[in-house]
């Protein structure tokens, strides 16, 4: 859906779900695209989402970073505030092998979005509580901006994507739908540039507000797990809270109901302040804009085509009770530094690459390294004291965003999306854990030894190697190329027991077969464009030192990596050949 430069199939957003009324209620208008279990589509709104979840697959949606997005604003918040938080591992497990919603749940799912209780607020162009935003927000030079700037695939601004179809001058109109997904989105993922001065914000200067942090989910790599329906994937991101939510913790949409006292700002209003987060639902709607859509009448119905985005409520820091980020824990951080930081995802990077930080389920107190998220651990303790099975077909989405020029543009969307087996998430039980960091151990040290290979040839020829951060090096195509195979050993490593040692061995042999394949191609190729005089070769002086670079060498230093490197394949060839032999 994302190309490499952060851009979109233009049209496909716009299309949208064309149901929503004048008023835009989410509640009830169909304005979320479903794809039911069977694989049909069908709109619904935010109650026919939560209720009706144990049918849905999942949620069509415009970008990858929009799941989050759609989880944290709307889903887990709003059922979480109605039905509760599960306080042990035996309700969670009760209510996720229930499969549903009871009667009795989706009663008070409707009765919370019902007209007397929040059911007003969820209205998108409301006069006095429009969901989301500041009603009657005004900038301080009284301009409004593009529909674009919503939509971070769009040009706009300092905010110029390589392959946007529409410039700023062009007209974006938005069916409420989208435009509802673009501001939530917009509250999780906005650049960190310059924002409209508000009417009513003392701390706008000149008209604009500075030093903006990007939206909270831009700074850190995303990780949500997923089920087999819409009703699993939001188990799947609702912690186990013992103690029940924080004192005054409330969504944005019940903000008047928080005690006195606490010093924050309203997002209903135009004044915003830096502070932390009260608890869990604070942290999921956290409102890091403020932001006024202004819709107009056009010949197919109603569409948002100016906005006003300023500056909103500002995280202070990412709290560590934060579900949907892994870490970076630091043994001894600097002065006033924390031990653990968010970590990122790495662009160009499959998700599966990043295992080793996925399945790092013990904290490194006494050394650096990385820590995965709360959510996993969660799924993996629940695994190992029985309530999830080891059999469970688990998925894990990656999303994230890259910044460039101060954080004020986005150069780069990262998302992806692989299965898991949940075995591998025991802490006590690493023996599958094990097999597959070093399988992604082995694709990475294979890709480290072709550019290796590709340097010695060029240098061979009488070239230089690549610089580190020009060029093209085989090791992305290597990597690229091991995707589906990767994929494949996931799904089949899920049902495998801890008594499957054989079955176990066979698939990592299988696993190392097919990087060997896939290196020789890429070897095969290397050393086909690489140019005659690679053959004689040359001699190059460092010091006091010389060095022979020659393309036959070149390959079989290559040769010995990759046997050191694939044990179990090399010897399955050292076999297959005496038996050739023999025969």
Not at 116 to 143: I, W
């Amino acid at each position: 859906m994302i190309n490499a430069s952060g851009g979109t199939r233009q049209g496909h957003y716009m299309e949208g779900v064309k149901a929503m009324t004048n008023e835009g209620d989410l509640v009830h208008d169909a304005w979320l695209n479903a794809v039911a279990r069977d694989g049909a589509r069908q709109p619904v709104g935010l109650l026919g989402a939560l209720s009706e979840a144990d049918t849905i697959r999942r949620l069509e949606l415009p970008v990858h970073t929009m799941l989050p997005v759609v989880l944290r604003q709307l889903l887990l918040p709003v059922m979480i505030d109605a039905l509760g938080a599960p306080r042990t591992r035996q309700e969670w497990g009760e209510r996720f092998h229930r499969g549903r919603f009871t009667h009795d749940e989706r009663d008070r799912l409707a009765s919370y979005l019902g007209t007397r209780r929040y059911g007003a607020r969820f209205r998108l162009f409301d006069a006095e509580r429009p969901f989301a935003q500041v009603a009657g927000l005004k900038s301080l030079n009284g301009e409004t901006k593009t529909a674009a700037q919503l939509v971070p695939s769009v040009a706009s601004g300092n905010n110029v994507p390589l392959f946007s179809a529409l410039s700023e001058a062009d007209e974006l109109l938005l069916t409420p739908g989208d435009a509802v997904l673009w501001l939530l989105h917009v509250h999780c993922w906005d650049t960190a540039s310059i924002k409209t001065g508000a009417v009513g914000d003392p701390q706008a200067k000149n008209g604009k507000t500075t030093g903006n942090p990007t939206g909270p989910l831009g700074q850190f790599g995303v990780v949500v797990p997923t089920g087999e329906t819409l009703y699993e994937t939001l188990l799947l991101n609702t912690p186990i809270l013992p103690d029940g939510l924080e004192p005054g913790d409330r969504p944005q949409w019940a903000w008047d109901e928080r005690p006195a006292g606490l010093g924050c700002k309203s997002p209903a209003e135009a004044a915003w302040s830096e502070r932390p987060a009260t608890g869990l639902l604070d942290l999921l709607t956290f409102q890091a804009r403020r932001i006024r859509l202004i819709a107009c009448e056009t010949e197919q119905g109603l569409r948002v085509h100016r906005v006003i985005v300023s500056a909103g409520d500002r995280l202070a820091q990412t709290p560590e009770v934060e579900p949907h980020t892994a870490w970076q824990h630091t043994a001894k951080p600097k002065k006033g530094q924390p031990h653990r930081r968010p970590r990122r995802h790495t662009s160009g990077r499959a998700a599966w690459q990043g295992l080793g930080t996925l399945l790092a389920m013990t904290l490194p107190v006494q050394s650096d390294g990385p820590y995965t998220s709360l959510l996993l651990r969660q799924i993996g303790d629940l695994q190992g004291s029985g309530v999830l099975s080891g059999q469970y077909r688990l998925g894990v989405e990656t999303s994230g965003l890259e910044y460039g020029t101060q954080s004020a543009v986005v150069e780069n969307a990262i998302g992806d999306d692989l299965p898991l087996p949940v075995k591998a998430l025991l802490a006590q039980d690493d023996w599958l854990r094990e097999a597959l960091l070093e399988c992604v151990a082995q694709a990475d040290q294979v890709a480290r030894a072709l550019d290796g290979l590709n340097n010695d040839l060029r240098r061979a020829a009488g070239g230089d190697p690549l610089p580190r951060d020009k060029g093209s090096r085989p090791s992305a195509q290597f990597l690229h190329s091991l995707d589906g195979t990767m994929r494949r050993l996931l799904v089949g490593l899920r049902t495998v027991g801890e008594g499957d040692e054989e079955l176990l061995e066979r698939a990592q042999l299988a696993w190392e077969q097919s990087v060997q394949i896939a290196a020789d191609r890429e070897a095969g190729l290397l050393l086909a464009a690489a140019p005659p005089r690679a053959v004689v070769g040359r001699t190059v002086k460092n010091g006091d030192k010389e060095f022979v670079y020659r393309s036959g060498k070149a390959i079989g230093v290559f040769r010995t990596r990759l046997a050191d490197i694939l044990p179990r394949a090399t010897e399955e060839r050292r076999v297959e050949r005496e038996e050739a032999a023999v025969a």
